[in-house]
Structure formats: C-alpha cells, structure tokens
C-alpha cells in the first residue's frame, strides 16, 4: 500500500518536473531543507552559529575556496565515520518526513542512493573517497543551511514530502536534478542535489558537466558549493576528469570581467586541480591503487645508460622507461626539458606550486596531468604555428614535420579525450594528417594510432617500437654478436673475414617478404602480373618463350585504373578532400598496415579534428542539445537520424572535434564529382530500383528530417554545402554550428527559412510527390511531437549555459523565450502538421537559400 | 693560418734578442731527449712538465729529428712521457689535462711523420713499450671517454676529439694505424653516442665526432670484426640518430648555402658578369669560381649510416625546417677558427633550438631534399678527382636508399609531398627553369629528376661510365619498387624515356672512343632493359592508359636510334672478340622494341598515305598506337624485375679505401690546425686556476 502511495503519477511527475521553471518553485521549495542536514556525530548542528537565520552571506565569508581545497588535503577521510554520516543523511530525512510512510521512503532512498553509493565500493578508489565529500559539505553547510532550514521545514511539510518524493522516486534523473539544482533558490534542496549527483552514474552526470560547472562559476555561493564536493571527488578519481574541469572551467570563466575573474571560483578550483592537489592522497594510492612500478628518477646519470643501452636486450627496458619519464615531463614544445633538469623547466608553468612539484619528482613518479596537458599543448601549438603561413601546401608540410617531431615522444600516458574507451596514443601516422579548409585559422585533422587498456591511468605505457620495425628485428639478431666481452673480441678478430657478407643474407630476406606481403595487399584486384612472374620463373627453366599480347596489357592498365574504387583527385587547395573521402576501414587498413604497432591485437586508430582560434563552446553546446534529442528520439521511438560528434573545449578559443568518419562535405562531392546529388547517388550507391540505393535514400530521408528539425529548433545558420556532409550511407551531417540561436552570419538576414532543403535534396527523395517525401514530412512531425514532450530537458541544457556567457547565440533577451516558442506548446497536433507543411513549403521556395549559396560561392567557392 | 703566425712571433722575439731564447718548457723537452731519465735530477719534473705551455713544434721537430739510434736510446724516456700524459689527462687540473692532451698529439704526430715506412708495431715500442701498451692504450681511451662523457668543460671536449682524429689520421691509410687497435679494444663508440645525442654537445662537437665515427669505421673494415661497424649497425636510438642526421644536414646545407652565394654573386647584375668576362679572360675557368670543396668526410658518415643502419633510414624523411637562409652564427666558437668548408664544423646554433623556427618562408624540407640538393650540385661537375669521388658516393648512398624498403615507401608517400629545388646546369639549349613553378611532389620524383639531370649532361668524351650504369641501377631499382607495391606514381616519364635514348644515341655516335675504355654494351642493355620494363610491367604503375600509348610514341618517334643500335649490336656480336657475347645480350633484350617499331611504323606509314598527309601530328601516331594494339605480340623477358643488391665487398672496397685515405689527409692538414690554436683554451684554464 505504501508502494502505491509513493509511486507518482507520470502526471504528478510532470508537473513536478515542470515545476522549477514556472516560478512557483520559489515559494514551493523555498522552505525545504531536509536533506541537507547530515549532522555527523563529529559536529551537531547546534554548535554552528545559531544567529544566522536567513542571510548564508553572513557566514560565508570565511569560506575561502583555495583554503578549502588545501583543507581537503590534509583531511583524513575515515570510511567508517563517512559511511556512519550517510546513516545520518537518511535517519534525518526519516525524522523530518515524521509520517509512517517514511520507513518505505527509507528504503526506496536506500535503494535508489544505494544502488550507486554500494557500487562505488567495489570500485575501491571511489567508496573511499566519496564519504569524504560528505564531510567536507558538512563543514561548508552547517554554519547556516541547516539552522534555517529547520526552521521553515515545518510550514511547508506538506510540499516538501511531494518533492522529497520525487526526489527519492526512481524516476528522479540527472536532467531534473540539474533542472532543480538551476532552478530551487533553496540552498538545502540545492545542497541535497549536490549529494544526490554521487548516486548517479558518471556517464549521465558527465553529459551536464558544461552545465555544473557554469553553474559552479556562475550562480550564487550555495549552487556552487552544493556541486564542489561532487566535482573534488571526482577530480580525484580520474586525471581526465579534473582536466575536462579545468579546460571546462577556463572557457566558461573567459566571459568574466579579466579583474572578477581572477579571484573567481572558477578560476581558483581550476588552479586547484591544476596544480593536482586533488590527487589521491598519498595512502590510499598506496594502499589501493598499486602503481606501475615507478619509472627511474629521471635525473639518472645519463652516461650509464648510454654506454649500456644497446648492447643487451635487457638494458632496453631501461632506457624506454627513462624515455617514458622524459616524456612524461617533457612532451610537447617543450623538447629542451632533458632528464637532467625537469625542475628548472617545469618552474616556468606558474600554475604548478614548486613545492609539490619537487616532492614529485623525489618521489620519482611524474606529476599526474602532466603529460596529457603537454599534449594537448603541443597540438595546439602546431595549430598556431600553421596559422601564419600563407598556402595549404605549405601549412600540411609544416603539419606533417611537426606531427613528426611529436611522434619522438610517443608513446606516453596521453590519450585523445574523444574517445569511448580507455588507451594511450603510441604513434601519429603524420603523413596521413591534413590541414582543414578554413581561410584564416588552421584546423587540422589528425589520426592517432592508439593501443586500448583497462585504464589509461594505472596501466602501462607501451614500449616503443622504432619506425622500422623489420630493421629492429635484424638488430636484435644481432645482439649477442656485440655482446661479447672486449677478450673475447679481441681474439674473435678476423675469424669473421668479412662483415659485409652478412649484409647480402639480409637482403634476401628482405626480397622474400616483399614478395610475401604482395598478394595479401592486392588480393581484390586482379592477379595477372604475380601469375607473371610466376610464369616468368618457370620459364627460365622450361626455355620456351612465352608471348604476351601488348593489347593486354594495354587493357589492364585501364581497367585496373577503372575498378579502383572511386577517389578524389588530390587538390593541393583543398587536400583534406581526399583524405576525408578513402573509406575509414580502408584507411585503417592502410594505416595498420604501415604502422610498427599494427600487428598488436589492441592496436585502434582514432581521429580527431584539432582547432586553433575558434571558440567551440557553441559547438558544444548544440552537441549536447542534439545528443538530448536523439536520446528523446530514441526513447520515442522516432527513426529521426543525427549524428552529434563529440566537442572536447579547451579553452574559449580552442578544442578539439571528433570528425565524423566516412563522410565529405557536399560541396567536396559536387566539385570533385561534376554531379547532382542525385546522381551522385546514383553513381555511388547503384540504380533507382537496388537495395543499395533504397537504403541509401532512406537513410538521407531520415537525416535530413531530423536536421530539418535541429536547424529550426536551433535556428543553425550559415548552412552552405560546405557545412553539410554527406555520409557513405547516405546520410546528411550537418556540422558547424558558430550561428545557432540568436545569432547569425555578418546580420545580413539571410536564410531566413526554417531549414535548409534544396530542389536537390528534393531530388534525391524522389521528389515532392514521392513517399518518401511525404515520409519526410511524418517523420518530421513525429520528431516535433516528441521533441515537443521533452522540451524543458533540452531548454534546461541551453538555458544553464546562458548563465554569465557572452555567446553571440545567447545575444539579446529573448533566446530563451524564442527557443521555447518554437516547439509551440500550444498547438494541437493538426495545427503542428499544418506547420510542419508550412515550413518545408516555405523552405523549399525559399529564396534565400539559393541566394545564400550564391552569396557562398562567389565569396568562398563554396558550390 | 695560425701555425705561421706563432712561427713570426718566434722569429721576431729571436730576431730581437739575437741569442736564441729557449723557453723553459722547451729546455725540458731537451732533457727528455737527452738519455737520462729526467726524473732523475728533477723528481717533481713531470708535474712541472704540464704545467707549461705546450710548444708543439718544437717537441715535434725534435722528434722527426732523431735517427733510428737514438731512438733506441730514448725510448725509455720517450714511454715515460707518454705514461705522464696519459698519467696527467686524470689530473684535476685542467690546465694539466690540456697540455698532456696537446703532448700526446705531438706525440703521435711526431712518431709517426719520423717513421712514415716504420711498422706499427715499431711506432707502439717506440710510444708505449710492447710490455705496457695495452695497459697505457686502456687507460688513455678510458681517461678520454670519461672525459668526453663528463660535465667537464667543452673546449676539453673538443680538444680530446681532436685528439682522437690526430691519432686516427696519423697514417695515410687507417687499415696501416696499428694503434687503432687498442681504440677497438677499449671503444669509445659509446662516447661518440652520447655526444650526437645531447643538444648541446651536438652543435659543438658534433662534427668532429661524426668524422671520428666514420673513419673508425672504416679502420681494417674488410680485413677483421670492427666493433664499431657492428655497433654502429646497431644502435637504435632515435635521438641519437637523428642527432648524427642533424649534423650531417647541418653540414649539407651548409655546403649548399656556400654554393648558392658563390652561384649568385656570379650571375649578380650587368657589372659583375662584365667583371667576370674580364676575369674569365685571365683566369682559364670562370666555373672554377664556383667549385666549393666538398666535404667527403661528412658523405662517408652518411653513407655508413644508411649503409650499415637500417634505423636511419627513418632519419632521412626526418622534417627539419630549412636551414638555406644563412643563419649568421653571431660568436664563432672559440675552438675553431675559420678554415675552408668541408672541414670547418657549420656553426651549430640552428640545432640547438630544438623547436622549428616560426618563418613562414622557411620551407620544411629534410635530410633527404638537402641531400637531393647536395648530390645535384656536386654532380654537375666531376672532372676533378674529389668532386668525382662525391658524385660516386652520392649514387652509392642513393642506390641503397633505393634499396631500402622503408625508404621506398616514404619516397612514394603520397601525402609527403615537397618542392625540390635540384640544381641544374646552365647549359646552352635550355632555360633555367623557375625554382618557384616546380611542383610539390613525392619525394621519389625529385630523385628521378636528379637522375635525368645526370643522364643529361653528362654526355662527354670524359664519360663517367660507373656513374651512368649507378644512376640507371637506381631507376630500376625504384621501378622494381613501383611494380612490386603498384605505386603508380605520376611522373612526367617521357623525359625519363627520351633522356634515356638520348643516351643510348650518344654511346652510338662515340662508339669507338668508348669502346676502348668501357663495356659500353652492359650500359645499353641495363636502359634497354629499363625501356622493356616500361612496356612489358607497364600496366603495373603507369599513371595513366595513356602514359602507356606516350611510351609507344617516343619509342617510334626515336626509331632510328633504337634501329642503330641493334645494327651495331648484331654487327659487334657476329664478329668473334671479347664484346661479342654482352652485345648479344643486347640483341635479345632489343626484340621487344624491335616488335614495337616494325609493327607499329607499316601502319603508321600507310595511315599517312591513305589520309593523305605527309606529316603525322602526334594525335594522330597515339591513334594508330591505340587502335594497333591487339595484333602486336610481344615476349616476356626474364629477370627484368631483379638486380643486384648492393655490396660493398668486393666490388666498391677499393673505391672506399682510396676515399678514406684522401680523407685521413685532409682532416690531419685540418686537424693540426685547430689543435695548434688552443691559445683561447689554455686562456680560458690559466684564468680559472
């Protein structure tokens, strides 16, 4: 009975979920406060200043973020004593709620918050560490929340056990803690939210990490101290984790007055995870999380290791996990840092106190962020040394000698934050990297060969395998000949008459592989010319001549010039044209195939877009509002297709992008091809009637309504073919989103239709009777009538970001208001279908569409 | 330079004095050639002994002075000295150190200039005495590599390389150095690593270290084990490697850059070509203004490390920023004074900064391109004997690049692509081409283009013959590469083809000039060979269908040379004598082209008379190819795709000793020059202690 009781209603959840943002909140929530007394036996609430009732600013002051943090570190957190606060979170919250039905909220909270505290545990690091955040929020809150909090908690008991409810309900997710967190003026609901983010899965909490931390640098005190524990806790977990906050926590701080920003809270906790404070503490590593044996002190006297290295196999150990500390130290531009003198070097990044950074390097393990910022650094580097030279050719050179330099210093603890799993970067196959088309700035793409791990932080580091790795293997044949003592040399002299002669058996060997490796390249096209030389061999022994038909020959150079699969032709303008189109599987083929570290079965190849000089934090934005609507999609089980690729911002003005695989821009096919879409469809996918082509064309149907919807719910401009991929599937990506919202290129009120949809789209969907127009147009209406449902989870996501930015898609006042209009609530379904109608109609006339891609071609070549 | 000066300033002080003024450290000298031990009367001599200043002429001087005899005599105390020196290098006083280091050079010099016909084994009693050279040998290359290693001052450092090469160039011919031995036994290989791979000690020693390391190697390479091949063959480490490429690199363009100038105030304004025809009046060969002496010493590092380490193979599509502008070093090193290219070590600053340098109009370009460009000067002129040796070397390094499979696949790397500004001749029937409108291509075309160029202008009553069948080995070398792996490689090939008959036209019309001194016929038969590759394999790594059809033309459109040809082979091969069975060879491989042009011109010939025009536009010869196809046969060769690797023994083994000796001679005129200016040195200590 008290099952039913507690479940909420899907309406009841709705209006709860709405709730924060009509305003009624305020005074709804204004008094809640429960959850947000965990008194610990340590410090009853009643020791904290009575006086402070209403005002938290009172007590406040004193909370100083940077003695905080230091705070935390000479904190010892003792499992036990954090788990016993837990208890007390939830005795409380029984206590308050004072009904009997409280005992099956117990439970339900247990379950709901224990399903996660109980997991934690197990992955050892976290259990610890997460009760500590406990304590430290105690110490932050007491002072003021709780005491208040009591003492408004009994007018609105009513009120505050729906909330609760809810907020124990299993329907309670991160999209409306997050919605609540930005919305409740209440610091005790505000600080219970905080507690509850440790109950949610990482992976959800991340995708709001934007959000939180915008939050965090740009709402009141309570909001940001409600979250700090949180992200603290979780800087400790993991290294890529403090330094998305910290690249976070830079962009989103740029916005700020240079002087406010200084002192922000935003700035002081990115010093504070920069200057990897937030490491684990020092035991628990110890205790828990065995390290890989630590690399030599990097100061090891170098003439030992070279006088010993290459002379047995086992020294060669020893001289990769030397290299392996250089690097970790000295990755990146900063080449001239040698393994005598990291300390003098390092002193230059002020945001490392020297203190910490000298006890590391004692402790001979190097400093943990360290060579993934190097990283990150010297790719960004190259990007802004490309930038000031004059042509493509000369930037993708530039590019590939640099790339080059980089891969001295791989493989190292570094890894390309865009990916899905776990790895470390071993090698840069720079010549297959190329310089994007942009005017002025130098965005370039790179593959990266990485080697998958458990985990990135904890596992080894691959050992290097030098470039020529079947040079290496002679080596190493090598190796006992030279490691025979100096007596031993003496009297060996002149048994070997000649050193040469071993030269000539190698050589051999190489021949018998080349000719081992060729079928295996080519076996898809034709094999006439190895049965050549297969004929040739027997015919020096047969003596009989053997007679080829010059014709043939003739016939197959074309031919075999014919069936290779369709390529563009290299433009030294636009050299990324080429790259783009070679089918990725091809590509990694190729590129394994040439890589010494191809054979090792963990072996993946990534790419990545790196960007210089642009702001990336719209991108991300419109990433993540398109990562809401495919999962609303999905839930509704709409077939709307997008694609959102991942945005790693660095700082405001530069990031990296996970470029979309298998896909070149529009105005790359037409120009490189001479075709329509359409037959550009034709040629690539087969006929009208064949499967291929069939799917191919759904595929774009659906694409192109779901873009359709994100380009007017967003208001994408700027949408040239340049901006619009085309994927081997068949699918349109639409990329670059610099203009969403409330903002557009130069003002000059172009594009003023809703989406972008040419005749040639038209075309392609068999055109405006087909069904598969007509199919357009449902899918679109389903896709708003879903979006429609869930508007609040992606308004919440652009509306958290306006907080303190100067984005131009947040210019004006309206933004929000207009974002909300667009998904009109008001409308029936009928009335929706009628706009759907409308638009596409409007859209498909639209003339300045057509303009725009004439504005784009005469200035940018853009077809 | 500096030895004349030293020798007036003496003159001048004796001169002034009238009595001859023996300086103190020289009335010691005198003690030790005399034949008691000078200890004797002296016991602190020795310790006084290096504190003075070296006079190295006189201790040398005095050396090559004695006669056998008293040789004999002085042999103790001569062994006595050199136990000091050695004894002194592990002082702590510096001074000391430099002037043991200094003796010991004398030393060598001294020992060895006196007895040029002396065995070595008579040089070592002479220095060490036979019971405690290995003992002495030991200490010495333990106290110099622990010297080399250690954080000790600089100028100590050059000086012991110095050192090093005064001792490994003693004699003319390094296999004859029998003190080498002991620098087998006890290896400073280790040493020499180190100092390639550190930054800094690269810029200032890497030269001489990298000239050390490539005439060690070439210490009885033929004869025995040297350890320093094998550990050379090696090494892997690629800051060391690439330390030994930046030196190399940084030698080259040097070179280059000189060559440039010199090229370029030569041809500056309407004034100085009116000066240089004046000049040229007087002086018999204006070109010769523009021989800068190449630098062997540097190839041959080069050409052992692509020979003998496959690791550095990397090294060479290593980028690097292009050094061509000159970077005016600001303060020249202290240690070495100016003396003419090829010797002097390149001011090193570019290498220290480890960074690419922000210019935009620095072109990225590295060890290979600057190489290419290398290779394209010193190739252009190879009438005398060094330039001649560079060229061969040139084309040696570059045939076991070619070899190379690594080295092949970035060669053909499609997306390496650079501008290669090889070097031409100005010659009279053609322009200098724009440097500016040669394209970026993979790297391979730039070779293929050097090759050309060679093909070209070499053409001369002097003709270079092992240098003709190397550049035309390493065309089909690649072509072997290109049809192994399908690289099709879009190269303009018709000037290959036509450079190529152009050739074969010339060994025609200087038949019997050049049939006196070479095998002309195994030169003909390798481009007849090549010219069969093209149309037999063809279809593996032309561009184009058409490149197909374009080979087709320029064979008939040059009938007449290939109709030669075969008339002189059958007529050569049907005489009894020694070219008898090579121009048989001939014959055979021609039967192919011979089939291509007795098909192909009947028809081209009656399509002529049936259209009614008497002169064929080039569309029209492609469109009889085209369509004559399928009734034209041809037979499959043996063996075209194969060729021989590369070996230095036997064959090359005489060419490389010869090139080591005319190097040792040209470090040692070098080597003493620098070690007798140690004036800033001794300086630099006196002030410290």
């Known amino acids: 009975m008290g099952d039913t009781e507690l479940e909420l209603s899907p309406a009841q959840l709705e209006d709860l979920q709405k709730s924060p943002s009509v305003s009624s909140c305020a005074s709804t929530t204004s008094s809640f406060s429960l959850p947000s007394s965990p008194s610990s036996g340590q410090r009853p609430p009643s020791s904290s200043s009575p006086s402070a009732s209403e005002g938290l600013p009172a007590s406040n002051p004193p909370l100083d973020v940077i003695s905080e943090g230091v705070g935390e570190l000479t904190l010892v957190i003792d499992p036990e004593v954090a788990k016993r606060a837990c208890q007390e979170v939830l005795q409380k919250v029984k206590q308050l709620k004072g009904e009997g039905e409280v005992s099956e909220a117990e439970t339900k909270h247990g379950l709901v918050n224990g399903t996660a505290a109980h997991a934690d545990p197990a992955d050892k690091e976290g259990g610890v560490a997460q009760p500590a955040k406990i304590h430290e929020e105690e110490e932050e809150l007491h002072p003021g929340t709780v005491k208040s909090a009591r003492r408004r908690q009994k007018n609105n008991s009513s009120k505050q056990s729906w909330l609760l409810r809810l907020f124990e309900s299993k329907l309670f997710d991160i999209s409306m803690a997050i919605s609540y967190l930005y919305n409740s003026k209440e610091p005790g609901v505000q600080a219970y939210i905080g507690n509850r983010l440790f109950s949610f899965r990482n992976e959800d909490v991340d995708f709001y990490l934007p959000q939180l931390l915008n939050m965090y640098i740009h709402m009141d005190e309570d909001v940001g101290d409600a979250i700090k524990p949180y992200v603290v806790h979780r800087c400790r977990q993991s290294i890529s984790f403090s330094l998305q906050c910290a690249w976070l926590l830079g962009a989103y701080s740029s916005d700020m007055h240079i002087s406010t920003q200084r002192h922000s809270r935003g700035t002081k906790l990115r010093k504070v995870i920069l200057s990897d404070e937030l490491k684990p503490s020092s035991q628990r590593a110890r205790r828990e999380m065995p390290q890989p044996p630590p690399p030599p002190p990097p100061a090891c006297p170098v003439p030992a290791h070279l006088s010993e290295h290459g002379l047995s196999p086992s020294k060669r150990t020893h001289q990769r996990s030397k290299s392996d500390a250089t690097v970790s130290i000295s990755l990146g531009s900063n080449l001239k840092r040698t393994a005598s003198n990291p300390k003098v070097e390092n002193s230059q990044d002020e945001e490392l106190s020297s203190s910490s950074d000298s006890l590391e390097y004692e402790a001979g393990t190097p400093v943990r962020l360290t060579p993934q910022r190097e990283f990150i650094k010297s790719l960004m580097g190259i990007g802004k040394r490309l930038a000031t030279l004059p042509t493509k050719e000369q930037k993708t050179q530039r590019l590939i000698s640099e790339l080059s330099l980089l891969n001295h210093k791989l493989p190292a603890r570094v890894w390309l934050p865009t990916a899905a799993f776990d790895h470390h970067v071993v090698r840069v196959p720079h010549t297959q990297a190329v310089v994007l088309n942009s005017k002025d700035k130098a965005p370039y793409l790179i593959y990266v060969e990485v080697l998958e791990c458990e985990n990135f932080e904890t596992s080894n580091v691959p050992v290097r395998i030098p470039e020529t790795r079947i040079r290496s293997t002679r080596s190493v044949e090598n190796l006992p000949d030279c490691g025979i003592t100096l007596d031993q040399r003496a009297s060996s002299f002149s048994i070997v008459p000649n050193y040469d002669n071993d030269d000539e058996a190698w050589s051999v060997d190489d021949i018998g592989e080349l000719q081992v490796e060729l079928p295996e390249i080519h076996t898809n096209s034709c094999d006439n010319i190895s049965q050549f030389s297969v004929d040739s061999i027997t015919s020096q022994e047969s003596k009989e001549p053997v007679f080829i038909a010059a014709g043939d020959i003739r016939r197959r150079l074309s031919e075999q010039l014919a069936h290779t699969p369709t390529t563009f032709k290299k433009d030294p303008e636009d050299p990324s044209a080429v790259a783009l189109k070679e089918p990725w599987e091809e590509k990694v083929r190729r590129i394994r195939e040439g890589s010494p570290y191809g054979h090792l079965p963990n072996w993946r190849l990534l790419s990545v877009i790196v960007k210089c000089g642009d702001d990336l934090r719209q991108e991300l934005l419109a990433f993540q509002v398109l990562k809401q609507l495919q999962s609303i999609w999905e839930q509704e089980r709409v077939p709307l297709w997008i694609k959102p690729y991942k945005i790693l911002v660095i700082s405001s003005d530069s990031g990296m992008i996970e470029p979309v695989v298998n896909a070149v821009s529009i105005h790359q096919v037409k120009k490189q091809s001479q075709l329509s879409l359409l037959d550009y469809f034709l040629q690539e996918h087969g006929n009208y009637t064949t499967e291929a082509f069939l799917t191919a064309q759904r595929n774009f149907v659906r694409s192109c309504a779901g873009y359709s919807l994100i380009c007017y719910l967003l208001q994408v401009k700027d949408r040239h073919n340049g901006n619009i991929l085309l994927d081997a599937e068949g699918h349109i990506i639409h990329i670059d989103f610099g203009f969403i919202l409330s903002s557009s290129p130069r003002n000059l009120g172009f594009e003023t239709s809703a989406f972008k949809l040419t005749t040639e789209f038209v075309d392609v969907m068999g055109g405006l009777d087909g069904d598969m127009f007509n199919y357009y147009k449902m899918l679109m209406l389903q896709g708003l009538i879903a979006a429609r449902k869930h508007m609040e989870k992606v308004v919440q996501i652009v509306e958290i970001m306006q907080q303190g930015s100067h984005l131009p898609c947040f210019h004006g006042s309206s933004t929000i208001r207009n974002l909300k209009e667009r998904f009109h609530m008001s409308l029936t379904e009928e009335q929706l279908q009628a706009l759907v109608e409308q638009m596409v109609d409007g859209s498909m006339r639209s003339i300045t569409t057509k303009l725009y891609d004439g504005f784009q071609y005469f200035t940018n070549g853009i077809m | 330079m500096a030895q004349v000066e030293k020798k007036a300033g003496l003159l001048r002080r004796t001169s002034s004095s009238k009595k001859p003024l023996k300086e103190k450290v020289v009335l010691m000298y005198d003690e030790i050639f005399a034949k008691d031990d000078p200890a004797k009367s002296n016991p602190r001599f020795w310790d006084e002994l290096f504190l003075m200043k070296v006079n190295l002429e006189y201790l040398e001087g005095k050396l090559e002075s004695l006669d056998g005899d008293e040789v004999i005599k002085m042999k103790d105390n001569i062994n006595s000295l050199f136990h000091h020196c050695v004894q002194a290098l592990s002082e702590e006083h510096q001074i000391k150190v ?592």
């Not at chain 2, 800051?239 to 440039?260: F, I, W």
């Not at chain 2, 070499?458 to 550049?471: G, N, V």
């Not at chain 2, 016929?521 to 093209?534: G, I, P, R, S, T």
């Not at chain 2, 010869?621 to 399928?630: H, I, K, Q």
Request: glycine share 2%; proline share 4%.
């Open chain 2, 98 to 689: 430099v002037n043991a280091l200094q003796t010991l050079c004398a030393l060598f010099r001294g020992v060895h200039q006196k007895n040029k016909s002396a065995s070595g084994f008579d040089i070592i009693n002479m220095l060490m005495g036979f019971d405690k050279a290995e003992l002495r040998m030991k200490d010495l290359m333990e106290s110099l590599d622990s010297l080399l290693c250690g954080d000790g001052s600089e100028s100590l450092k050059s000086l012991c390389l110095k050192l090093l090469l005064c001792l490994v160039t003693v004699t003319d011919n390094i296999s004859q150095n029998t003190i080498l031995e002991y620098v087998m036994i006890n290896s400073i290989f280790e040493a020499i690593l180190q100092i390639l791979s550190d930054v800094s000690s690269r810029g200032q020693h890497g030269y001489d270290a990298v000239v050390l390391l490539a005439l060690l190697v070439n210490y009885r390479k033929y004869e025995s084990v040297n350890p320093y091949i094998v550990k050379l063959s090696i090494v892997d480490d690629e800051s060391t490697l690439d330390g030994m490429g930046m030196v190399v690199h940084k030698a080259l363009t040097e070179y280059n850059r000189q060559y440039k100038e010199k090229e370029e105030e030569n041809q500056g304004g309407f004034f100085s070509t009116l000066t240089s025809m004046v000049g040229s009046m007087f002086i018999a060969d204006a070109e010769e203004k523009l021989s800068v002496q190449t630098n062997e010493a540097i190839l041959l590092a080069l050409y052992e490390a692509v020979h003998l380490n496959r690791n550095f193979i990397t090294v060479l599509a290593q980028s690097h920023p292009e050094i061509d502008v000159a970077v005016t070093p600001t303060t020249p090193v202290p240690t070495t004074p100016t003396t003419p290219l090829g010797t002097t070590p390149p001011s090193m600053d570019m290498m220290n900064s480890p960074e690419l340098p922000l210019d935009p109009n620095l072109q990225t370009s590295n060890l290979l391109i600057t190489f290419l460009k290398y290779s394209s000067i010193v190739m252009q002129d190879t009438k005398d004997e060094h330039r001649l040796n560079s060229a061969r070397l040139c084309l040696i390094i570059l045939t076991c690049i070619a070899e190379d499979q690594y080295a092949d696949a970035f060669l053909h790397d499609d997306n390496m692509n650079f501008r290669v500004n090889l070097h031409r001749m100005p010659m009279r029937h053609r322009k200098k081409a724009a440097d500016k409108n040669i394209p970026s291509r993979p790297l391979v075309c730039a070779v293929l283009d050097l090759m050309v160029e060679f093909i070209v202008t070499h053409m001369m009553k002097d003709f270079p013959m092992d240098l003709y069948m190397r550049c035309v080995q390493i065309i089909h070398k690649l072509i072997c590469y290109q049809k192994k792996c399908r690289v099709r490689l879009h190269y303009t090939w018709t000037d290959l083809w036509s450079a190529l008959i152009n050739l074969l036209k010339f060994l025609l019309s200087n038949e019997t000039t050049l049939l006196a001194k070479h095998n002309i016929f195994h030169l003909a038969l390798q481009v007849v060979n090549l010219f069969n590759m093209f149309i037999t394999y063809g279809d593996t790594f032309l561009p184009t269908p058409s490149s197909y059809d374009e080979l087709y033309y320029e064979i008939i459109r040059m009938h007449q040379v290939f109709d030669n040809l075969h008339c002189m082979v059958l007529r050569v091969s049907t005489n009894a004598g020694q070219w008898k069975e090579p121009a048989s060879k001939v014959t055979h491989a021609l039967v192919n082209v011979r089939a291509i042009i007795n098909h192909f011109n009947p028809k081209i010939e009656s399509y002529a008379a049936v259209n009614h025009i008497s002169q064929l536009s080039e569309d029209q010869v492609l469109e009889v190819v085209r369509s004559n196809y399928d009734t034209l046969t041809l037979k499959l060769q043996d063996g075209l795709d194969q060729f021989e690797r590369y070996s230095e023994q036997p064959k090359e083994a005489a060419f490389f000793k010869e090139l080591v000796r005319s190097i040792s001679l040209n470090v040692r005129k070098n080597v003493s020059l620098n070690t007798l200016s140690q004036d800033i040195l001794l300086k630099e200590f006196s002030s410290i202690s």
